[in-house]
């Protein structure tokens, strides 16, 4: 089959495309042919091997986090899907591959596909939409009637996390450009920063919650907006201990990850809320939960340039500049 590899870690390589074997599907595997693909930062991140103290893979490897497709074959203990069924995913670590023409997925990571959009769309959803949901669900517990600062509200993560807050019942700030101010407040915002004019810190005070996504400066004056007891999820850094644990991270990992986050953490102990660091995990369960949520047009998909395999480095050069309103998509069969 057709895949595009990663031969070696590098910022100025190019993903290959080459004739690599089918995948083995395992007793728990269900295999689907791949109509579509989410291009995602976090591609462009891990071949540039800025992730490869945490999430080291052996070269070469099929880069791709999302999917949605078609199931073709099923494993012999496979119980929750059939051939034929359309699903979407992000495939757990170390099992990623999905700019490629077929993936083999464990099916605890795997949802049906939401009925009421199309491939394309679905291929956006899964590591956003699991990312927002771990960080607003899971981590923060966001309560109808919370304040959530949401950074970036027109990237991936921003568009799906403005309208998962909005469902939770939470006031919802954001920061965006001039021109994405009207989107992101057609996803539901309620208070809409322009960050090139505009600083956040002197106009958000006594937040809940803030899902953090940009750099070390910007993560440090989110702190200063929370509450007492408040809570920052970042999901761009810096790594803590507790990532360390939930990974089973070596000793000398978990030494690093503790020096990384020291400073940070040192902070929000002074000013009383409290920090945590979000790796997000696949979850077919959750997905389960989100196809539910778009089904019923509580949360609609934002796709901003669907490109042909063929152009899959395009698209993920794309990506990396930070330009895309909502998500980039690939479009494999």
Same mark, same amino acid.
Do not use: C, Q
């Given at each position: 089959m057709k895949a595009f590899i990663a031969n070696r870690y590098g910022k100025k390589e190019k993903l290959q495309l080459t004739e690599i074997e089918e995948p /083995? /599907?395992?007793e728990m595997d269900v295999l689907v042919q791949i109509h579509s693909a989410g291009v995602n930062l976090l591609d462009v991140k891990v071949k540039n091997g800025e992730f490869k103290l945490i999430l080291s893979y052996k070269?070469?490897?099929? !880069? *791709?986090?999302? /999917?949605a497709g078609v199931v073709t074959k099923v494993g012999s203990k496979v119980s929750r899907f059939k051939v034929g069924d359309e699903v979407y995913a992000r495939p757990a670590d170390y099992s990623i591959g999905t700019f490629a023409e077929w993936i083999a997925i464990n099916e605890k990571d =795997? &949802?049906?596909?939401?009925q009421n959009i199309s491939m394309e769309e679905a291929a956006s959803i899964p590591l956003v939409g699991l990312t927002a949901w771990q960080a607003l669900v899971e981590k923060a517990n966001l309560q109808k009637g919370q304040k959530v600062f949401i950074q970036a509200g027109s990237g991936g993560v921003g568009t799906f996390a403005i309208q998962l807050a909005k469902h939770l019942g939470a006031t919802v700030a954001t920061t965006t450009?001039? &021109?994405n101010i009207d989107m992101v407040k057609s996803l *539901? &915002?309620?208070? =809409?920063?322009? +960050?090139? $004019?505009?600083d956040f810190e002197t106009i !958000?005070? $006594? +937040?809940?919650v803030v899902l953090n996504s940009q750099?070390?400066?910007t993560l440090e004056k989110s702190l200063r907006i929370l509450k007492p007891n408040g809570k920052i999820i970042s999901i761009s850094g810096p790594p803590d201990p507790y990532f360390g644990q939930e990974i089973n991270a070596n000793w000398f990992l978990k030494i690093v990850l503790k020096v990384l986050s020291a400073n940070i953490r040192k902070k929000a102990k002074r000013l009383g809320v409290n920090f945590s660091f979000l790796f997000m995990r696949a979850q077919g369960e959750q997905l389960s939960q989100i196809t539910k949520l778009i089904e019923s047009n509580f949360i609609k998909p934002v796709v901003d340039k669907v490109f042909p395999f063929e152009q899959t480095n395009e698209a993920m050069s794309y990506v990396e500049t930070g330009r895309a309103k909502g998500k980039v998509v690939v479009s494999v069969k």
């Open positions: /083995v /599907v395992k070269t070469p490897f099929t !880069l *791709g986090h999302d /999917v =795997v &949802a049906r596909k939401p450009s001039t &021109a *539901g &915002a309620d208070i =809409v920063i322009d +960050y090139k $004019n505009e !958000l005070k $006594n +937040y809940d750099d070390t400066k």
